[in-house]
């Protein structure tokens, strides 16, 4: 059984910097690509980036324009996010998901990916 656990949300001002971390259980963390989403309040889900399951392809929404970096540690089941020149319209709930295979999709079908239960970020002045 899939099972997600996201942490290192939180308050932060514009242009702060925050470092989610995703930890992984129930299956074989390596074999899977893993992607970041997002849900805005009062919004729908919204993919971020993915990583391939050794991490040697990467993707990102646009949005993101090169403030964001994903990365992973393969022996220790973990996901990062590191978040940098954090917005206002970046505050959102930030759930990491478990695609399909070892290769990532560029967020297609982001929406019906198994996923943690997500952490807060806030963005405010």
Same mark, same amino acid.
């Given at each position: 059984?899939?099972?997600?656990?996201?942490?290192?949300? %939180?308050?932060?001002?514009?242009?702060?910097?925050?470092r989610?971390?995703?930890?992984?259980?129930?299956?074989?963390?390596?074999?899977?690509?893993?992607?970041w989403?997002?849900?805005?309040?009062?919004?729908?889900?919204?993919?971020?980036?993915?990583?391939?399951?050794? %991490?040697? !392809?990467?993707?990102?929404?646009?949005? !993101?324009?090169?403030?964001?970096?994903?990365?992973?540690?393969?022996?220790?089941?973990?996901?990062?996010?590191?978040?940098?020149?954090?917005?206002?319209?970046?505050?959102?709930?930030?759930?990491c998901?478990?695609?399909?295979?070892?290769?990532?999709?560029?967020?297609?079908?982001h929406?019906?990916?198994?996923?943690?239960?997500?952490?807060? !970020?806030?963005?405010?002045?």
């Amino acid at each position: 059984q899939v099972h997600l656990v996201e942490s290192g949300g %939180g308050l932060v001002q514009p242009g702060g910097s925050l470092r989610l971390s995703c930890t992984a259980s129930g299956f074989t963390f390596s074999a899977y690509a893993m992607s970041w989403i997002r849900q805005a309040p009062g919004k729908g889900l919204e993919w971020v980036a993915s990583i391939s399951s050794e %991490g040697g !392809v990467i993707e990102f929404a646009d949005f !993101v324009k090169h403030r964001f970096a994903i990365s992973r540690d393969n022996p220790k089941n973990t996901l990062y996010l590191q978040m940098d020149n954090l917005e206002p319209e970046d505050t959102a709930v930030y759930s990491c998901a478990r695609e399909w295979g070892p290769a990532p999709t560029s967020g297609i079908g982001h929406e019906v990916l198994p996923r943690g239960q997500g952490t807060q !970020v806030t963005v405010v002045s």
